[in-house]
C-alpha cells in the first residue's frame, strides 16, 4: 500500500461517514480518492453543478451558502474538518442547489460518486450512517427555519454559543468562534452590526465574555434560559 493511500484511509478513518468501514474496504475507497486544495474564497462547487462526489474536508473549512443576484449571501452551514459536503445532491442525482467555498486555505478529499453509489449496494453500515447524517441535517434546516422565523437575537446567538459550548471536547466552558464574525452573522440570518452588538449585550448581562475569537461562557444554564425564553 502506498504512503498516499494510507493517508487516505486515515482520513477517512476521521469521518462519521466512513469511519465504521473495515480496513479492506476503505481501502478500496482510498485507492480512487483525490486530494484537492482551494485558496480561501476559491468555489469548490457551484450551484446548479452536476455532482461528482462527496468531499471530506482534511484541514481548513468550508461554506454552503445561497446568493441572491443582488449579491446577498446566505450561510447555510460551516463545513470543518472530518466533516463531508455534497452527500443529498449526490444521493438525488439533482444539480447542487446551493455553492460551496473554501472560508480560508482548505484541503479536501474528493470521493468520486460512482464508488458512493457502489458503497450503497454494498456497506449497510455505510447507508445507515449517510441516513443519519441527512436526518441531522434536515433537523438541523428545521431548527434554523424556527430561530430564523420565531427568535430574537438574544436567542439566535445564545443558541449558537450552548450548540458550541455542547459539541466541545469535555463542554469546555470557553468556545471558538468557527468563522469571521460577517460569516457567523450570516449564518444566523443578522447583520455583523446586529451580531456585534447582541454580543455586546450578552456580555453586559454577565453571561459572556468575549476576546477576540474566544468566547467564555460564564453561566451556562442562565444563557440557556435567554435560548429559549
Do not use: W
Amino acid at each position: 500500500m502506498s504512503s498516499e493511500a494510507a493517508r487516505h484511509i486515515a482520513l477517512l478513518k476521521r469521518t462519521f461517514l466512513f469511519g465504521a468501514l473495515p480496513d479492506a474496504l476503505l481501502a478500496e475507497i482510498a485507492a480512487g480518492a483525490r486530494e484537492r486544495r482551494y485558496a480561501r474564497g476559491e468555489l469548490v462547487f457551484q450551484k446548479g453543478d452536476r455532482s461528482t462526489g462527496l468531499f471530506v474536508v482534511v484541514a481548513g473549512k468550508l461554506k454552503e451558502a445561497c446568493q441572491s443576484t443582488e449579491g446577498a449571501e446566505k450561510i447555510i452551514e460551516i463545513i470543518g474538518p472530518d466533516q463531508t459536503c455534497g452527500e443529498a445532491a449526490l444521493l438525488l442525482d439533482c444539480p447542487q442547489p446551493f455553492f460551496a467555498a473554501a472560508l480560508v486555505g482548505t484541503q479536501l478529499l474528493h470521493v468520486d460518486r460512482q464508488v458512493v453509489h457502489a458503497l450503497v449496494g454494498r456497506a449497510p453500515r455505510f447507508v445507515e450512517r449517510l441516513l443519519l447524517r441527512l436526518s441531522g441535517r434536515t433537523v438541523d434546516i428545521i431548527r434554523d427555519i424556527e430561530a430564523y422565523s420565531l427568535k430574537n437575537p438574544l436567542q439566535r446567538v445564545a443558541g449558537f454559543l450552548l450548540d458550541l459550548h455542547e459539541s466541545a471536547a469535555g463542554g469546555h466552558p470557553t468556545v471558538t468562534l468557527p468563522a469571521a464574525k460577517g460569516v457567523i452573522a450570516s449564518r444566523l440570518n443578522m447583520t455583523p452590526e446586529a451580531l456585534s452588538r447582541t454580543l455586546r449585550d450578552l456580555a453586559d448581562a454577565r453571561l459572556i465574555d468575549v476576546r477576540g475569537s474566544r468566547v467564555a461562557l460564564l453561566d451556562p444554564p442562565r444563557l440557556r434560559d435567554f435560548a429559549t425564553a
